[in-house]
């Protein structure tokens, strides 16, 4: 059973940081790619990042790039998301979906979601 599991959201003070982490079961890591999106309330699924085990690209929302870095551990079966300098645009449900083989920035042909994890920011 394909199992993706979001985890490390929280409430944080604007200009803090939160690492979120995604642990992937069920399936063979290294033929997939695992994006994070995210969605606030009364808004569309936005994807946000992405990171491609089979050829190792990397994609960043150019809304994120320079707070947010994504990573894997292998041993793991993890991929994480780091998130600095969170501010008032962040708050939203944060989603992991993995998709075969490369990256796409958009919802559409991810096959498996994570539940969600909530990413609150306090001002």
């Known amino acids: 059973e394909v199992q993706l599991v979001e985890s490390g959201g929280g409430l944080v003070e604007a200009g803090g940081s939160l690492r979120l982490s995604c642990a992937a079961s069920?399936?063979?890591?290294?033929?997939?790619?695992i994006g994070w999106f995210r969605q606030a309330p009364g808004k569309e699924r936005d994807g946000i990042s992405c990171?491609?085990?089979?050829?190792?690209?990397?994609y960043y929302d150019d809304s994120v790039k320079a707070r947010f870095t994504i990573s894997t551990d292998n041993a793991k079966n993890t991929v994480y998301l780091q998130i600095n300098s969170l501010n008032p645009e962040d708050p939203a449900v944060y989603y992991c979906?993995?998709?075969?083989?490369?990256?796409?920035?958009?919802?559409?042909?991810?096959?498996?979601w994570g539940q969600g994890t909530q990413v609150t920011v306090s001002s």
């Open positions: 990171i491609s085990r089979s050829d190792g690209t990397t």
């Open positions: 979906a993995s998709i075969n083989y490369f990256c796409s920035s958009h919802p559409t042909g991810y096959r498996y």
């Open positions: 069920g399936f063979t890591f290294d033929e997939y790619a």
